[in-house]
C-alpha cells in the first residue's frame, strides 16, 4: 500500500429503512486503495459489495442511509461534503462502470456522443473537439474502426463492445478512482480478459485507483493488488492478493476459495458454504455475522469483533486459521 | 447405438430488418439494410450429437450464436435449413409454433439464463412447478401435487417454499425453481442456457452438484452452454466450442482444454482466470471478431484475430474433421490429424 491512499474509507456504515424493518447492510466497513492499485471486493450475493460502491459514488436507494463513516478521497470528505462539492467531484474524480452496459448506456444517443457529453461536462473539453477525443478513447479502449464505431447506437453493439463504451465513458475524465462492478460478469473469458488488460493499462498510466467489485475469485486473485472480502456487511478480510489466497485467515475466506470451480479436481472436491447469510433486519444479530455458519466458533466470538484497522493483513475473527 | 440428438448442417441466419423501432433515423438505415437482404448468419452449418446419458458443454465468445442454436434445437424458433433427429424423429419439420402442443415437447425442456426472468412474476414456485406437468402430462389433483413435490425435493427446495412468488425467493432458490419445472416432465434431454451466471459461487456448486446427481438418478442427456470453462470442465462429458456461427473444435472436455488444437481455443483456455494467478496469459485476440453479416463462404470465421493466418485462410473455409482420440478440428494448421 502507497503511503497516502487514494482513497480512505473508515467505519463506514450503511442502513435501509424497510417496512418489515432496518437492514443493516453495512457495519464498520473500513479499507483503502492507493495510487495505480487494484483492490478487489468479492463476497456472496447480498454481502453488500454493491452498496458500499453507491454509498461512495452517493447513489444510494433513498431508503439508503450512511449512519456513521468518512471516505476520503483527495483531501475531501465524500459523506460529509456538501450537495455542490460532490457533484463536481463524482464524473471528474470519481467514475463507476455498472454491471450491464446496455441497460446503463442511453439506447437512443450514438454512444460517441454520449462519450463527449462527459468529455464537456466533466472533462472541461471545448465542444469543438470533444467528438475527435471521444473517438480517440474508442481507440483507447481497443475498438476497432472507431470513427464509425462513434456513429452506432448501443443495440448495434456485442455486449463486450458496449462494455468497451462504458469504460471509455468512465475514463473519460481521467479520474483518480474508477469503482468497476462486474465489469466482466456475463461475458466470455477472451473479452473480459481484454477489458480488464484496458483497465489495468489505464490505472498503470495515470496512477487511477480501481475497486474492483466481483464474484470471482479467481478473476480476483489474478487482477487484484489487495483483497477485500465482505459477509453480510462486514470486512472480514482484507490483505494481499497472493497472502490471501495461499494462505487465508478468515474461516470465511477459505470456504469462499474451496467453492471456486478453480481450485477442483472434480465435482466431489468442490465444496459449498454451509448455511446463508443472516438477515441483516434481524435485532440479535451477533457481533460477528458469521459465527452462525462458522465451525470454527469459540466463546469469544460472542465479544465485539477486531476493529477493521488498517493493518497490512486484516482479520475480523477471534479464532483465525 | 443410434444418438439421442443428431443434429445435421443447422443453420440459422436473421435479416438484417427495423423490426419494432419506433426511431425515424434509426428506420432509415435498417430499410437500406432490409432492401439488400443482408443477413445475421447467426447459426452456420452446424453438426453434433449427444448421446443419452452423456453432458455436452458449449462454449465460445458473446454473440457466437449459442443461445440461437439451443433455441433452435428446443424449437423455440425456426432453423433456415438443417435437420434436428431426436429419437428416431426429425423434430426441424415441426414449425416452432405447433411445438407447444408436440407429443415430444416434453421430452426436451429448457432452463433459461435468468431463472428470475423466465418464471412468471404471478405464478408461485409450486405453479411454475405445475405449469408444464399440466400441459405436457395432462396430471391434475393428488397425481399433480405428488409430481410438483417430488421434482421440489430432487432439486433440495424445501416444499415450504412452494407458495411464494418468485421475488420473495433468492437467486438460488429461483435457480432451482427453475431446474424443477425442467425437471418435472422427465425430459431425456436438459439444455441448460448458463443457468448458474447470475448466481454466487456458493449457490453455483450446490445447482452443479443437483445436475450431476439428477443425471445419474434419472439418466437425462444435457446440453449446457457456460462462459465459465473451469465448470464446464468440471460437468461435461464433451464440449463444443464455437465460433462465430460455427462449431470450431469439439471433444472430451478434458482433452480439449488440456490441449486445444484450434488457436480459438488456445485463446480461450489462456484467458481462463486461475486462483493461483499463474499464466496470467499473453495470448490475447486483438481486434473485434469479424461481422456475422453476410460473412465470406470462403475465408475462415477466425481470420484476421488468428495468429497464423496464412493465404489458405481466406480463400477456403476450413471443414470441421476428424482428429485423434473422438477429437474434430476446422483449422488448416490444426496438429493431431487422424
Ligand atoms: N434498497 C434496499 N432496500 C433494502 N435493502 C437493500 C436495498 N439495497 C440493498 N439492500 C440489502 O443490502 C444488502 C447488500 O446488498 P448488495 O446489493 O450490496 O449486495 P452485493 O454484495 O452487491 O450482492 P450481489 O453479488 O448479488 O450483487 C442485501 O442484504 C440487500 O438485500
Ligand atoms: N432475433 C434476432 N434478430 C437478429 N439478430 C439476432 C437475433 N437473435 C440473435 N441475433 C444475432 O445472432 C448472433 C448470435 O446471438 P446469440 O444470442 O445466439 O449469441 P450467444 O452466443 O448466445 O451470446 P451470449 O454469450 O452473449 O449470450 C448475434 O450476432 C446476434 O446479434
Ligand atoms: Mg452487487
Ligand atoms: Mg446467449
Known sequence: MTAVPALAVEDLSVEFRTRSGVVKALEHVSFAVGKGETLAIVGESGSGKSVTAYALMGILDPAGRITAGRAVLGGLDLISASASQLADVRGREIAMIFQNPRTALNPIRPVGRQIADVLMRHGNVPRVEAPARAVDLLRAVGITDPARRAKAYPFEMSGGMCQRVMIAIALAARPALLIADEPTTGLDVTTQAVIMDIIAELAGESGMATIFITHDLALAGQRADRVVVMHAGHVVENAATRALIARPSHPYTAELIAATPDSAASLDALASIPGSLPDLRRADLPPCRYSERCPRKVERCDAPLPRPALAEHFVACWNPL | MTPLLDVAELSKRFPVAASGSTLKNLRRRFT???????????????????????????????????????????????????????????????????????????????????????????????????????????????????????????????????????????????????????????????????????????????????????????????????????????????????????????????????????????????????????????????????????????????????????????????????????????????????
Open chain 2, 32 to 338: 437500406r439494410a432490409a432492401d439488400e437482404q443482408s443477413q445475421v448468419h447467426a447459426v452456420d452449418d452446424v453438426s453434433f450429437t449427444i448421446a443419452k446419458g452423456e453432458t455436452v458443454g458449449l462454449v465460445g465468445e458473446s454473440g457466437c450464436g449459442k443461445s440461437t442454436l439451443v433455441r433452435a434445437l428446443t424449437r423455440l424458433l425456426d432453423p433456415t435449413a438443417g435437420s434436428i433427429r431426436f429419437s428416431t424423429r426429425d423434430l426441424s419439420l415441426v414449425p416452432a409454433r405447433d411445438f407447444a402442443k408436440d407429443r415430444d415437447r416434453g421430452r426436451i425442456q429448457m432452463v433459461f439464463q435468468d431463472a428470475g426472468e423466465s418464471i412468471n412474476p404471478r405464478f408461485t414456485a409450486f405453479d411454475a412447478i405445475a405449469d408444464p406437468v399440466r400441459r405436457l402430462k395432462h396430471l391434475s389433483g393428488l397425481a399433480l401435487v405428488e409430481t410438483v413435490d417430488k421434482a421440489a425435493r430432487q432439486c433440495g427446495l424445501p416444499t415450504e417454499l412452494l407458495g411464494r412468488y418468485p421475488h420473495q425467493l433468492s437467486g438460488g432458490q429461483r435457480a432451482r425453481v427453475g431446474i424443477a419445472r425442467a425437471i418435472a416432465v422427465e425430459p431425456e434431454l436438459l439444455v441448460l442456457d448458463e443457468p448458474t451466471a447470475a448466481l454466487d459461487v456458493s449457490v453455483q456448486v450446490v445447482i452443479l452438484k443437483l445436475l450431476a446427481r439428477l443425471k445419474t438418478e434419472l439418466g437425462m442427456s444435457y446440453l449446457f452452454v457456460s462462459h465459465d470453462l473451469s465448470v464446464v470442465r468440471l460437468l461435461c462429458d464433451r464440449v463444443l466450442v464455437m465460433y462465430l456461427g460455427k462449431i470450431v473444435e469439439a471433444g472430451p472436455a478434458r482433452a480439449v482444454f488440456d490441449y486445444p488444437l484450434h488457436p480459438y481455443t488456445r485463446a480461450l483456455v489462456a484467458a481462463v482466470p486461475r486462483l493461483d494467478g499463474i499464466g496470467l496469459a499473453k495470448l490475447r485476440l486483438s481486434g473485434e471478431p469479424m461481422s456475422p453479416i453476410d460473412p465470406d463462404p470462403n475465408v475462415c470465421r477466425f481470420y484476421g484475430r488468428c495468429p497464423r493466418g496464412a493465404d489458405i485462410c481466406r480463400t477456403q473455409m476450413p471443414p470441421l474433421r476428424r482428429a485423434a482420440e473422438g477429437r474434430e478440428v476446422a483449422c488448416h494448421f490444426a496438429a493431431g490429424g487422424a
